[in-house]
């Protein structure tokens, strides 16, 4: 499988950003799909996930209320919207498929794009 994370960039505090991850290869709907982040320094960390159906999701704390994730098998797409963001979101967001992706193993993983969000 072969990902392919879009749709970074700057953008205030505030203000909404849509993330993109194109998957080839297997198929798609076989792979739960997750997106994670990492700031330099410091360790990567888990921001959402969904199943392969898309009826299963699940955040982290932070991002809870704010993002929401979201897939469209027919594209072999999975989405990151996140609304309300904040300077702490900045970071490199990675996407992410998994066979066993509810037990956080995931096989695949994207080249990552930058979210710089300015105050």
């Known amino acids: 499988v072969q990902l392919q994370a879009s749709g970074g960039g700057l953008v205030q505090a505030g203000n909404s950003l849509r993330l993109s991850c194109a998957a080839s290869?297997?198929?798609?709907?076989?792979?739960?799909m997750g997106w994670f982040r990492q700031v330099p320094g410091k360790e990567r960390e888990f921001v959402a996930a969904?199943?392969?159906?898309?009826?299963?999701?699940r955040y982290a704390d932070s991002v809870k209320g704010r993002f929401t994730i979201s897939r469209d098998n027919a594209k072999n797409t999975v989405y990151l919207q996140m609304n309300s963001l904040k300077p702490e979101d900045t970071a490199v967001y990675y996407c992410?498929?998994?066979?066993?992706?509810?037990?956080?193993?995931?096989?695949?993983w994207g080249q990552g794009t930058l979210v710089t969000v300015s105050s």
């Open positions: 290869g297997r198929t798609f709907v076989a792979y739960g």
């Open positions: 992410a498929a998994g066979s066993y992706w509810s037990r956080g193993l995931y096989e695949y």
């Open positions: 969904i199943s392969g159906s898309g009826g299963t999701t």
